[in-house]
C-alpha cells in the first residue's frame, strides 16, 4: 500500500523509537529533549511560554502542562512570572538541562546529517519544507 498518512505514521513511529532510545541513556524522555533542544535554541533571545511550547510541538495544553509540570519536578526547568504579564511564566532551563544540552545538541545534529546523507541534502530540504505546507493545509485553525 502507498498511503502517504501511513508512510508518515511509520517515519514517525520510527524516529520517536530512536528519540525515546537516546533519551533514556541520559535520564530523559524523547518529548522532554526535544523540548530542552528548543528552549537552548530560542530562550537566548525570548522569553519561552507553554503556548510556544503547544503551537511548536503541535500539543493540546493539557499535554504541554503535564510534560512541562515532570520536567519542573526533575529539576529541568523552572518558570519565572513575566515582567509585564503576570499571567505569564517564562520556562527557564536550569543548570541540570543546561548542562545535558552539548549531548541533545550531538544527538540532533548527527540526525539531521545522517537523513541528509541517505536522502540528499536538497532532497531533506524539500521535503520539510514540503510536511510544513500539507500541516498548515491540513491542521485546525
Do not use: C, W
Not at 503547544?54 to 529539576?75: C, D, P, Q, W, Y
Not at 532551563?93 to 552539548?102: F, R, Y
Amino acid at each position: 500500500m502507498n498511503r502517504l498518512g501511513l508512510a508518515l505514521q511509520r517515519i514517525q513511529n520510527t524516529f520517536n523509537r530512536n528519540v525515546d532510545y537516546y533519551a533514556r541513556k541520559i535520564g530523559l524522555t524523547g518529548t522532554q529533549m526535544l523540548i530542552i533542544e528548543y528552549l537552548a535554541s530560542f530562550a537566548q533571545n525570548k522569553s519561552i511560554y507553554q503556548k510556544d511550547i503547544e503551537h511548536e510541538f503541535n500539543i493540546r495544553k493539557s499535554t504541554a502542562t503535564n510534560v512541562l509540570r515532570l520536567m519542573e519536578e526533575k529539576g529541568l526547568i523552572t518558570k519565572k512570572v513575566d515582567q509585564h504579564d503576570t499571567r505569564l511564566k517564562a520556562i527557564i532551563l536550569t543548570e541540570k538541562a543546561i548542562k545535558l544540552g552539548p549531548k541533545i545538541t550531538y544527538y540532533f545534529v548527527n540526525s539531521e546529517n545522517s537523513y541528509a546523507e541517505i536522502l540528499g541534502a536538497d532532497t531533506k530540504n524539500e521535503l520539510v519544507k514540503n510536511l510544513q505546507k500539507l500541516n498548515e493545509a491540513i491542521s485546525d485553525k
